[in-house]
């Protein structure tokens, strides 16, 4: 099936604009969800069957692949199924399981961790690592700084589809004999070295929420686990703890996180088609990149040998004031800006820079370069969809804001 996307309405520009990528694919979904309703089979269906089969090819997965609910219940069932426990067993406050986390991330990068211990009756305490200031992915210096002897485990989203520094990472956790989890919610079909993100830690967990770069109609998971125990421990912890031969068994408090098959018929659709949306996002932003060398943004950098998906495009200004004129400007040209995101995780009222509710520290360092970068990043469109008419109206809005505009302020 040949896609083409028609854009009716050139004069406003959203930072994202999903009905331009469903659009298309309505026959296909539509023929699909017909099926689902007739069959009566809603939640564990074929198509979520067929998914996840198709994930593990498209990603060359070496273990299994496990829908879920959302990726936040995938992130916690993933913390269970790479052991950072390693044979503590339930602990208190004075000895706690550490998990390292960047402190620039969408926050159930940390809270699923937290929820993963509390539902094990172990205090998983998050300790808040600084990122590099060059890819705003966590930083593998900052990492080791960090370790003591209660680390288990090293949290490690590719933020913005952007790979992290995944062979420092990998090297470090070798040494210390830590656990990796990967978080690909931002990051589906983005390559590191040649090999997918998600297939390089330990676990892997991702979110195929609507507004991401593969997603369904609403809210929907996965995990990615090693082959044989772990896969099965999975499917159970995704139903409860419930036993795979005997549904009146429950082992354990897992999650109840069903998939729905509506929303893996969509991802399922949408899926043959996410290499050259891919390959659109980063066509623009390297348009970005040249149209706007002579302004004073920067760009987040890329790790060697990574080749990014560019779930937002992520520009750095000098400071606060001029990213909110920026945004003031932009708006008033219709043009879609977002801060992804505006403050760092400790900041939220559950951990609150080890005040909140629930255990967590700042390394000891603190992270000065996620701060920094939360109080000047903003990310402009570049959906795959976008006309080229519209990709060049972004870039000229951004270059006329700081040839006029920003001299005004």
Request: glycine share 8%; with cysteine; net charge negative.
């Amino acid at each position: 099936m040949q896609v083409t996307w028609t854009i009716t309405d050139d004069t406003r520009i959203p930072l994202e604009e999903v009905r331009a990528r469903f659009t298309p694919l309505l026959p296909q979904i539509h023929d699909g969800i017909d099926r689902v309703i007739k069959n009566g089979k809603y939640v564990y269906g074929r198509f979520s069957d067929q998914l996840e089969a198709a994930l593990k090819e498209a990603w060359e997965v070496e273990g299994q692949v496990v829908l879920t609910k959302s990726g936040t219940d995938a992130l916690t069932l993933a913390a269970w199924a790479a052991h950072v426990d390693d044979g503590i067993g339930a602990n208190g406050e004075d000895r706690p399981v550490e998990i390292l986390c960047p402190n620039l991330t969408f926050p159930s990068s940390a809270t699923a961790m937290t929820v993963a211990g509390l539902l094990r009756r172990n205090t998983y305490r998050i300790v808040f690592i600084d990122i590099d200031s060059r890819t705003l992915n966590i930083d593998p210096e900052a990492v080791e700084a960090a370790l003591t002897a209660w680390t288990r485990a090293i949290v490690v989203p590719h933020l913005y589809g952007n790979p992290a520094a995944m062979e420092r990472l990998l090297d470090l956790a070798q040494r210390h004999h830590l656990k990796i989890i990967e978080d690909t919610s931002q990051a589906h079909g983005a390559r590191y070295q040649g090999r997918f993100v998600g297939t390089l830690g330990h676990t892997a967990a991702g979110s195929l929420y609507v507004y991401k770069n593969l997603g369904g109609l609403g809210d929907l998971g996965y995990l990615i686990v090693p082959a044989g125990q772990a896969h099965q421990q999975a499917l159970r912890d995704r139903d409860l703890g419930r036993d795979m031969g005997n549904r009146n068994l429950f082992h354990s408090l897992g999650l109840r996180t069903r998939p729905e098959e509506v929303n893996a018929l969509a991802a399922l659709t949408m899926l043959p088609y996410l290499e050259k949306s891919n390959s659109r996002a980063r066509r623009i932003v390297a348009f970005y990149r040249e149209a706007l060398l002579d302004t004073p943004v920067r760009f987040v950098e890329t790790e060697a040998g990574s080749e990014p998906v560019y779930w937002r495009c992520t520009l750095l200004l000098s400071s606060t004031e001029m990213r909110d004129a920026f945004c003031r400007y932009l708006a008033s040209q219709q043009i879609g800006t977002e801060i992804v995101y505006p403050f760092p995780v400790s900041e939220h009222a559950v951990y609150r820079n080890g005040q909140g509710d629930f255990p967590c520290r700042l390394a000891e360092d603190g992270t000065p370069h996620a701060y920094d970068a939360s109080s000047r990043l903003v990310c402009i469109p570049c959906w795959p969809q976008m006309s080229d008419g519209q990709v060049g109206r972004v870039a000229e809005a951004v270059k006329a804001f700081f040839a006029e505009a920003w001299r005004r302020v």
